[in-house]
Every structure is written in C-alpha cells, then in structure tokens.
C-alpha cells in the first residue's frame, strides 16, 4: 500500500496550511506509517478538473475540412465528410493527444462524446475505448454514445447505439435537431435510457432563434421517467435570448425536473450569431443566472481543432476564464463560482460519489501555485502538478526570466 503526506498544502476556504494523507489511492484522515513526503511550500490544492463535455472522436481535423462559412451546419457537413474516412487507429491518435493535453492541463475526469451511425459504425467508439484503457492511470473516461446524423431518419443507427451500450458505452446522448422528428428522437431515448438504466446527455437548443425550443421536451420527458439528477443538456444557446424572468421561470423548472445544463463557451462563441453584425449577440448559456435556481451547471470544452471549434488547448481553467468574460463575472464569488462549474458542480452533474480532497475521496488533485483559488480562473493559471489515485501524472517547471 503506497503512502503520501502531502504537507503545508493549501486548500480554498482555509487559512492555516493543510496536511493531506493518502493511502491506498484514497484521502484518508491520517496515518502512522512510514510515507513518501511532498512539501508543497503553500501551494493550492484542488480537487482534479472534469471535463463533461468534449468530442475525441472528432478532434484534430481542421487541416482535412473545408471551411468557409464558420456555421454549425457547415462544421456538421464536413465533419460527416471528413469522418467517412477516419479508421480506428487515426481516432485513437487524435483522441490520444487531446488526452495527453487534458491531463496536463489539470482534468482527471472526463466524459466524451462519441457519434454512432451506419457510415461510422462502431469505429470511433472502439477507438475511444482503447484510450479508456490505455489513459486509465492518468484520467477517468466516460463514453456517451449518440447519433449526430439523426437517429429516426438514420434507419440501423438506434441498432449500433444498443451494441454499443450493450459493450460497455456509459451513457447515452442526443442530437435531437438534426433529426426529422426531435420530439420523436427525445422521446425514443429516453426509452432506451430507461432500458438499459443510463444517465442521457442531449446537445439541443444549438442556435438563438426563439422557434423550435426542444428544452420543455426534455424536461416533461425527464419528469415523466423519474430520470432527474440523469439528464444533461448542452449547448442551449437559446437560453441566452430570454429576459430575465421568463429565464428564472425555466431555471426553476430545470432544477425541479433534475435537468442539468452544460454550456460550451468556446465553440458557442464561435458558430452562434455570424448573421448579426450590431449589437452581436454574446450566444452563450448564462449559468449564472440558471446556478441561482438550483440547476447543477458546468463548463466544458466540445470540441478542439475541427469545424464547431478550430482552436482549444484542452484548459478548463481556459474556458472558465472565457465564460467570466463573456458573462462579465469578476468578484471573487463569480470567480469562485466558475471554478466550481470545472470542478465541484461537474462532480455532481457526473455523478460522482468519491470526489473532493476529504477523507474516503479518491486521491485526484491538481496543484496551483496561487494563494487564492479565484486568481485561478482570473489569471488563467496553469497546474503546476497533477495526481491520479495518488500517483503523480504531470509537472510543470516553473518558467524563469533570464535578466541581463
């Protein structure tokens, strides 16, 4: 049983420095055993960074599209385009180094997106759960299966996304307004969900037109199922048209279904409003507003180096700092808040039951060299190291400045 005492660590909300015990690759209340010694010299502690929302599969193929127009049904066409040619091993080396730049960017939790349809098959998801695998000392990988093309209009996608459940895929996903029946696709999903007894995860609401809003589907589905606490919805850009009040109103109602929301700064920012010139709307969901009535709210990363997102690092803190701005957040309960939709509020949108720095947690955990958690998101601040089950993953040497 490997042993750790991480001395004078400093931990959001504490004054004194903190001591922390690890044993058997959880956090425990304390030992007397001999163990390895790691003084941090007052740098901070966080729990490790989840990421609920981004697309391995897809990642890194900027250089094979044809981009013009920068619009989501572009970034849809050449993604179908460029993906009837991705083989199992081209998804594993991409999916591998968007992997590689999460975990030293802090993430040691992630849930990725992976599209199931006849022309792809189960290619991508064989793929990602390689790098399930193959990454499981540094990050914990959660496979969410959905069928980007369609599903009601894509006759043996449903078939493929039931085998991939059956072998292993963890969740279930939607994209219900590429669908010639989005109601219908919600609806058949959530059946299946109930089925197979997954938690489902739907991209909707993708634009900032008032028409169409699938979000009330999803909700009285959710409802009648008893699924809350079970369903996410990402993207919602729709959301960010509404006034205050009617926004509040749905809020409440998200919140007492159990709906949880996602919002995806960057490649909203980026695909949302290219018909709007003057008083360009901003497109991004306002979690804050929607925090305020108890939705369990996160940020993420969607996707990196593709059509919907043709830039991205993999930071978490990143986005974070790019939501505080969009959103104008800057006290340092804003900031703290932010934090928390990469970290303790994406705990629970995930589920999980053994996250955080207490006794009994698994011992994930990124270190900052701040003082304060909230210069984290302010200053865009990289981790200095990273663990996983106790075990050191990553470091980041400090830069020095050569003076003359």
Known sequence: ?????????????????????????????????????????GALVLPGLLETHIHLDKACIIDRCRQQEGTLAEAIRETARAKADFNEEDVYQRGARVLEQAIIQGTTRMRTHIEIDPVIGLTGFRAIRRLQADYAWA????????????????????TLLCEALASGADLLGGCPYTDS?????????????????????????FDLSPENRLIDSVIEETERAGWGGRVTVGHVTKLSILDIEP???????LADAGVQVTALPATDLFL??????????????????LDRC???????????ANPFTPFGDASLVRQANLFANVRQLGT??????????????????????????????????????????GQIVAQIAPPIAGFKRGRQTFNRPQAVLNRP
Request: charged share 20%; with cysteine; proline share 5%.
């Open 1 to 41: 049983m490997k042993r750790l005492n991480i001395i004078n660590a400093r931990l959001p909300g504490a004054e004194a420095l903190q001591t922390l015990y690890i044993a058997n690759e959880h956090f425990v209340a304390a030992h007397n055993e001999p163990a390895e010694t790691l003084d941090l010299a």
């Open 139 to 158: 990050l914990d990988l959660q496979l969410c299966v959905f069928p980007q093309e369609g599903m009601l209009n894509n006759p043996g996608t449903e």
């Open 181 to 205: 029946d989005p109601i219908g696709q919600i609806q058949r999903l959530f059946v299946l969900a109930q089925r197979y007894d997954v938690d489902l995860d739907f991209h909707l609401d």
């Open 247 to 253: 926004l509040r109103a749905l809020g409440r109602r």
């Open 272 to 289: 949302t409003a290219r018909d709007r010139f003057a008083l360009q709307p901003r497109g991004v969901a306002p979690l804050d507003e």
């Open 294 to 304: 108890g939705v369990v709210c996160s940020l993420s990363t969607n996707n990196i």
């Open 332 to 373: 340092q309960g804003d900031l703290l808040r932010c934090l928390s939709w990469i970290s303790s509020q994406s705990a629970k949108l995930l589920r999980l039951t053994d996250y955080g720095l207490t006794p009994g947690c698994l011992a994930d955990m990124v270190i900052f060299d701040v003082t304060h958690a």
